[in-house]
């Protein structure tokens, strides 16, 4: 049975929480696959290089907000001026960590 959502695109530059969220989404049970990059430029990366074998489009991206090198708030700039075919194909979502 397919599911509701095809990949999902994970942008923390922290290991821990990349790792919870995974957890957390493959027992979920909504997701085929989560895809995980650690900074703002491996993100842009990866939507930018469709040509890639093992490339599934974001249905969702997760995204930091505070990250070294590209914020989340960059990284949204820089992923505005993408082409619709390189965007996720519902949304975009940042979160923030409260200390």
């Given at each position: ?6 990949c999902?695109?994970?942008?923390d ?14 027992e ?22 469709t ?43 940042m ?5």
């Open positions: 049975m397919s599911k509701p959502i095809h999902i695109l994970l942008i530059d922290d290991p821990d929480d990349n790792f919870f969220h995974q957890l957390i989404i493959r979920s049970g909504v997701c085929d696959d989560v895809r995980v990059a650690e900074n703002g430029l491996e993100a842009l990366h990866y939507l930018t290089h040509d890639q074998s093992d490339y599934k489009r974001p249905d969702v991206i997760f995204l930091d907000i505070n990250m070294p090198g590209m914020n989340g708030f960059e990284f949204v700039e820089h992923y505005q001026t993408l082409p619709s075919d390189q965007k996720s194909r519902l949304l975009l979502l979160l923030n960590d409260i200390p």
